[in-house]
């Protein structure tokens, strides 16, 4: 009978490597997917004004992980609401006045003002607006839920791109 010999060759390494590989690249065209989804949001909910919400729409791939998201201060406002339309329903209830600066930017924090009736708040309105300011009153903002429905409702998407991404 002749001797027969089988070798192994121990592949682990380089099988784990190749999926971490495939991870990475699916993570990074899953998270740009996501991005567009939540810039394509804003837009249809109609909550641009300067575009600069919109246009601060990013993605970030970091381990295991890819996050969405906006560095913009207000951007949190925007997403989960504020004063009567808060997605949580703790916002202030009441109407306050901000002032917008040359560059549309509120130059006043909402936390800092008096809670009024509408009433007073157009009041308070009225004359910072003679007074040459761009006054404005609000009782909170709708939330946009964007970055949640770019997600939400596109599970078929992120599949489609995992398994792109694996075949390759």
Known sequence: MANLQI??????????QALNEKKQLFLEQ????AESNAVLNITNIGRVDTGAY???????????KAVIGSALSYAVWNEVGTGTFASDGNGRRGWWVYVRDENGSSSS?????????REEALKVMHYLRSKGLDAHITNGIKPTHALRDA????????????EMVMRQ
């Not at 899953?30 to 997917?33: I, L």
């Not at 919109?54 to 295991?64: A, E, I, K, L, P």
């Not at 997600?151 to 995992?162: F, P, R, T």
Request: glycine share 8%; aromatic share 2%.
């Open 7 to 16: 070798t192994v060759n121990d592949n682990t390494g380089a099988v784990l």
């Open 30 to 33: 899953a998270g740009q997917q």
């Open 54 to 64: 919109r246009n601060s729409m990013t993605h970030t791939v970091s381990g295991d």
């Open 109 to 117: 924090s909402p936390s800092s003002q008096p809670v009024r009736t």
């Open 151 to 162: 997600i939400s409702g596109h599970e078929d998407e992120y599949k489609a791109i995992l």
